[in-house]
């Protein structure tokens, strides 16, 4: 899942083991090195302090072992995971109409490749998607999603740079509906090159879209990159403050050591984690496992 991404521990791992010794005892002193490891991980200071707090309690009650602290850690983080994730393949194939799906996330974060890899990813799974270029003001942004939606075999709405980025969805939600199409790819802005508001623009799509197709969209997929930490907490407050994100969609997973990140998103937003882009190819977007992912960053 991630390279490397259990690294962020790395000082715990290497703190624990310097003895060679799997049955070391942990004692108070060794919590505050945690606690200082955590923090420094983007975890987010309230699930830092409820993992230490229950750590301080156990070595109360009795002393505790590497093994009971890694225990420790996995079920304190596993309890975050809420289980809200569910199937977009399910949501679509139970939808009537056209399910529409909004992608939004800063410019630099991959989101218009995102947008190629999951219409690859819902080509391939049996699915007909279209895709419509609402990021109007940036000519590469429509030119990389041309290339993309011909690698996907994916139909690409589109028009000149500068038009109006609702136009281009409302032509592209009527072109789903006359052409049968089960799943709708709207790519955004991240920002914009004039004065008008980002938020602004993209609620315009919002109405745009609901007079085409009633409840659309019926996803807001926010991608963030792996590697911006906080600033993906901030990208995530600025998106919920004017739309109900319903999943993310993590980038550029592949190469990240520390991603705590998700832990302080999923605790503070609950919004599900639903793919993880692990490469720049079309076909590099997989399921995030929370299981594994929480296997993955407990490895000492």
Known sequence: MFKNYGSFLDKIKEFFYKSKKENKIINKSDIDYVEKVLLSADIGTDITIKIVSKLEQKIKEDEISIQELKKILKD????????????????????KIPYVCMIVGVNGVGKTTTVGKLAF??????????????DTFRECAIDQLEILANL?????????INSDPAS??????????????????????????????????????YKVMKKVIPGAP????????????????????????????????LTKTEGTAKGGFIINIMNRFKIPIQYLGIGEKINKLIEFDDEKFVNDLIKF
């Open 168 to 205: 281009v969805a409302y032509d592209t939600l009527q072109s789903a509906k006359s052409k049968k199409k089960d799943v709708v790819l709207i790519d955004t802005a991240g920002r914009l090159h004039n004065r008008v508001n980002l938020m602004y623009e993209l609620s315009k799509i």
């Open 218 to 249: 019926h996803e807001t997929i926010l991608i963030l990159d792996a590697n911006n930490g906080q600033n993906a907490i901030e990208q995530t407050k600025k998106f919920l403050s004017f739309s109900k994100v319903s999943c993310i969609i």
């Open 121 to 134: 990813l819902l080509k391939n799974n049996g699915f007909n998607p279209i895709i419509g270029a609402s």
């Open 76 to 95: 304190e983080i596993l309890s975050i995971f809420i289980k809200k994730k569910y199937s977009l393949y399910e949501r679509i194939k139970k939808s």
């Open 152 to 160: 996907a075999k994916v139909p690409l709405v589109k028009q000149q």
